[in-house]
C-alpha cells in the first residue's frame, strides 16, 4: 500500500515516525517482500525501540507493493541464511568456520529459537499496541507475523497462507503456537494440513482479521486505528497487551494475580490520574502516555 516517504533504515524496510506513530514498511515488492535476515533483524530492533521510547505510542506493520509477506527468504542472500533463521540454499555461511564443519543436531533448532520465532516474539512482545495492515498475500512467516500483532487490517484483496506443507515442512515462526488461539485446533489443523489459501473474507469470519476494507482505504484506516491508539492510556494498553497475551497460559489464580498487580501498577501512571480527574471534571481526557 502507498506511504509517505520513510528512512531507508536497512535495506528493504522503511520507516517513519508520526502522531506518536511508529511505520515499519516492508519495502521489496520485486520479492512479494519475503524477509531477509537483515530485515528481520531490523524490524526486531525498530519494536524494541518503539517499546523504549515514550513517544510512540503505538506502530503499524505493512508493505509495499502487492504482497505483505510471503515469508522468509528462502534464496537466502550473502549471509546463507532465510529470515527464518534456517540455512538458505545457494548462499554461503556465516564464516569459514561454520562453513567447514556439519551441521549437527541442534543447529536448525537453534537458528529457529533465533530467526524466526525471536522475529514473531518481538512483535508479542512490543509494549506498544501493534498494528498489521495486510496489503496483500502474507504466507508463511508473514502470516505469523501478521497474527502476532495485536489488530489486524486486511485490503480485500489480502489472502493467508500456511504454505509450509507445500513445501514439507513444519510450521515455524510459532504458527502452532498462533493459530490454535486463534481459531481453535480443529481450524488450526485445516489451515496447516491443506495450506490453502485463505482469503480475507474468510479470515474475518474466522477471527484472524479485526476488519477487511477497501485496498485503497487500507493506510487510511490503519492511520486512523493507530493514531486513536496513540492518544490512549500507553501504559494501561501495554498491560492489557500483556494479560491477555498470557491468559491462555496460565491457571485462574495466576491470572487474577496478575491482574490485580496491573492494576495497581497502571493507577501509579499520571494517565490514571487524568483518567479519573476527567471523569469528576466530565471533560475529555488528554492521556500523554506515561
Given at each position: 500500500?502507498?506511504v509517505?516517504e520513510?528512512?531507508?533504515?536497512?535495506?528493504?524496510?522503511?520507516?517513519?515516525?508520526?502522531?506518536?506513530?511508529?511505520?515499519?514498511?516492508?519495502?521489496?515488492?520485486?520479492?512479494?517482500?519475503?524477509?531477509t535476515?537483515?530485515?528481520?533483524?531490523?524490524?526486531?530492533?525498530?519494536?524494541?525501540?518503539?517499546?523504549?521510547?515514550?513517544?510512540?505510542?503505538?506502530?503499524?506493520?505493512?508493505?509495499?507493493?502487492?504482497g505483505?509477506?510471503?515469508?522468509?527468504?528462502?534464496?537466502g542472500?550473502?549471509?546463507?541464511?532465510?529470515?527464518?533463521g534456517?540455512?538458505?540454499s545457494?548462499?554461503?555461511?556465516?564464516?569459514?568456520?561454520?562453513?567447514?564443519?556439519?551441521?549437527?543436531?541442534?543447529?536448525?533448532?537453534?537458528?529457529?529459537?533465533?530467526?524466526?520465532?525471536?522475529?514473531?516474539?518481538?512483535?508479542?512482545?512490543?509494549?506498544?499496541?501493534?498494528?498489521?495492515?495486510?496489503?496483500?498475500?502474507?504466507?508463511?512467516?508473514?502470516a505469523h507475523?501478521?497474527?502476532?500483532?495485536?489488530?489486524?487490517l486486511?485490503?480485500?484483496?489480502?489472502?493467508?497462507?500456511?504454505?509450509?506443507?507445500?513445501r514439507?515442512l513444519?510450521?515455524?515462526?510459532?504458527?502452532?503456537?498462533?493459530?490454535?488461539?486463534?481459531?481453535?485446533?480443529?481450524?488450526?489443523?485445516?489451515?496447516m494440513?491443506?495450506g490453502?489459501?485463505?482469503?480475507?473474507?474468510?479470515?474475518?469470519?474466522?477471527?484472524?482479521?479485526?476488519?477487511?476494507?477497501?485496498?485503497?482505504?487500507?493506510?487510511?484506516?490503519?492511520?486512523?486505528w493507530a493514531?486513536?491508539?496513540?492518544?490512549?492510556?500507553t501504559?494501561?494498553l501495554?498491560l492489557?497487551?500483556?494479560?491477555?497475551?498470557?491468559?491462555?497460559?496460565?491457571?485462574?489464580?495466576?491470572?487474577?494475580?496478575?491482574?490485580?498487580?496491573?492494576?495497581?501498577?497502571?493507577?501509579?501512571?499520571?494517565?490514571?490520574?487524568?483518567?479519573v480527574?476527567?471523569?469528576?471534571?466530565?471533560r475529555?481526557?488528554?492521556y500523554?502516555?506515561?
Amino acid at each position: 500500500m502507498p506511504v509517505s516517504e520513510g528512512e531507508p533504515v536497512a535495506r528493504g524496510v522503511l520507516h517513519r515516525t508520526g502522531n506518536g506513530v511508529s511505520w515499519i514498511t516492508l519495502d521489496r515488492p520485486e520479492a512479494m517482500n519475503a524477509v531477509t535476515r537483515d530485515q528481520r533483524e531490523r524490524i526486531i530492533a525498530l519494536l524494541a525501540d518503539a517499546s523504549a521510547d515514550p513517544d510512540v505510542r503505538a506502530v503499524v506493520i505493512t508493505a509495499t507493493g502487492k504482497g505483505f509477506c510471503a515469508g522468509a527468504d528462502l534464496r537466502g542472500e550473502r549471509s546463507g541464511r532465510s529470515a527464518s533463521g534456517s540455512p538458505a540454499s545457494g548462499g554461503p555461511a556465516d564464516g569459514a568456520e561454520e562453513r567447514e564443519r556439519e551441521r549437527v543436531p541442534g543447529d536448525v533448532a537453534r537458528m529457529i529459537r533465533l530467526g524466526a520465532q525471536r522475529f514473531v516474539a518481538a512483535v508479542l512482545d512490543c509494549e506498544k499496541p501493534v498494528i498489521a495492515a495486510v496489503n496483500g498475500t502474507a504466507a508463511g512467516l508473514g502470516a505469523h507475523l501478521a497474527f502476532a500483532c495485536d489488530l489486524v487490517l486486511a485490503a480485500d484483496s489480502a489472502r493467508f497462507v500456511e504454505v509450509f506443507v507445500r513445501r514439507g515442512l513444519v510450521p515455524d515462526g510459532g504458527g502452532a503456537y498462533l493459530l490454535p488461539r486463534l481459531v481453535g485446533p480443529q481450524r488450526a489443523k485445516e489451515l496447516m494440513f491443506f495450506g490453502d489459501a485463505l482469503s480475507a473474507a474468510d479470515a474475518e469470519r474466522m477471527g484472524l482479521v479485526n476488519r477487511v476494507v477497501a485496498a485503497d482505504e487500507l493506510e487510511k484506516t490503519a492511520r486512523a486505528w493507530a493514531e486513536r491508539l496513540a492518544q490512549g492510556p500507553t501504559r494501561a494498553l501495554a498491560l492489557t497487551k500483556q494479560l491477555v497475551n498470557a491468559s491462555l497460559d496460565t491457571d485462574r489464580a495466576s491470572a487474577f494475580a496478575a491482574e490485580a498487580s496491573a492494576v495497581e501498577i497502571a493507577m501509579t501512571t499520571r494517565d490514571a490520574n487524568e483518567g479519573v480527574a476527567s471523569f469528576v471534571e466530565r471533560r475529555a481526557p488528554e492521556y500523554r502516555g506515561r
